[in-house]
């Protein structure tokens, strides 16, 4: 996510999309069971509207697509899946990760813009 999330901060767009962040440290200690799904959950809600905002060309240059593994036909139906329905299934993602923070009392939700943008300097 670091490599999106420096894109979006080159781009100036890092305070305009609707990520969302989790504990995961304490969603751990909580249920270990439920932090790698509720971590894949975070995964993809997050790539949906980063793949609005970045140009496609980030996600193409990116070293970790292990859709390079299958040939461009594969690849190419699998992109297509991802850009149909992105946006309904970032909603469904969404309430996963809601459900989460209600089920197991952990901080889980829209990221805090505050947190991005920084601490104004002492006066």
Wanted: net charge positive; glycine share 4%; charged share 25%.
């Amino acid at each position: 996510m670091g490599y999106f999330m420096a894109h979006l901060m080159m781009l100036d767009k890092i305070t305009d999309i609707p990520l969302y962040e989790l504990d995961a440290m304490d969603l751990r200690a909580k249920s270990n069971r439920t932090f790698a799904l509720a971590v894949f959950a975070l995964a993809l809600h997050n790539m949906s509207p980063i793949a609005d905002y970045v140009p496609a060309k980030v996600f193409s240059q990116c070293g970790v697509d292990f859709n390079r593994w299958y040939p461009l036909p594969r690849r190419t139906l699998s992109t297509a899946r991802f850009l149909l329905s992105h946006r309904r299934d970032r909603e469904r993602h969404g309430r996963t990760l809601d459900n989460v923070r209600e089920l197991f009392d952990v901080r889980c939700g829209p990221l805090n813009r505050t947190a991005l943008v920084g601490v104004e300097p002492a006066q």
